[in-house]
């Protein structure tokens, strides 16, 4: 990190080890993201109303090349957040969720929707058909593959979605979802 982590408690004296927790917590955010340029922690409390004590809310700001991550848990009515360590916990756990994530999108980890296979049908027949996909051999499919359109509205040069099916049927590589471009891809 290129600068000392700051804490600040406000409204309150720390518990007698929370500061020591709360290094540990900010060096095993550095271990999950290592670019870590800064980090801020404040600790406050607030009175709830018409409840005895009073609850911890913790706000960490990670600034990181390019971003900064923020978590606010201002928890209210948690009776578990009574208990300092347990807010804190909390706090922290949401930090290295989002500097997981930051960290996959890095690697280039994160998912992707990859939209099916499409084509243009070629051949039509009484119940079944067939479409071109680019660069492939035809695909068989029959009526009852045809999603979101009716088979009978299908014409010759239509582009199409289509799902294909492990393996091949008796005439060739077969469809098992048609569905016309005009509709959205599934994912």
């Not at 009073?54 to 923020?70: A, C, Q, T």
């Not at 009776?79 to 890095?106: G, I, T």
């Amino acid at each position: 990190m290129e600068t000392e982590p700051q804490v600040t408690y406000r409204d309150f004296d720390p518990p007698a080890l929370a500061g020591g927790r709360i290094r540990e917590r900010i060096d095993k955010l550095e271990r999950i993201y290592p670019r870590i340029t800064a980090c801020r922690v404040v600790a406050e409390t607030s009175s709830r109303q018409h409840q005895k004590g009073k609850l911890y809310h913790f706000r960490i700001d990670v600034s990181v090349p390019g971003d900064e991550l923020v978590v606010n848990r201002e928890q209210n009515d948690r009776h578990e957040h009574e208990d300092f360590y347990v807010a804190m916990r909390d706090a922290f756990d949401a930090m290295e969720r989002q500097l997981r994530a930051k960290a996959a999108k890095m690697r280039g980890d994160t998912k992707t929707h990859v939209p099916p296979p499409h084509g243009t049908v070629t051949k039509l027949f009484e119940d079944y058909g067939f479409i071109e996909p680019p660069g492939r051999a035809e695909v068989y499919f029959h009526a009852n593959a045809v999603t979101e359109a009716r088979f009978e509205d299908l014409s010759v040069g239509q582009e199409v979605w289509f799902n294909a099916a492990e393996g091949e049927s008796e005439k060739g590589p077969q469809a098992t979802m048609v569905r016309p471009t005009g509709k959205l891809p599934p994912l």
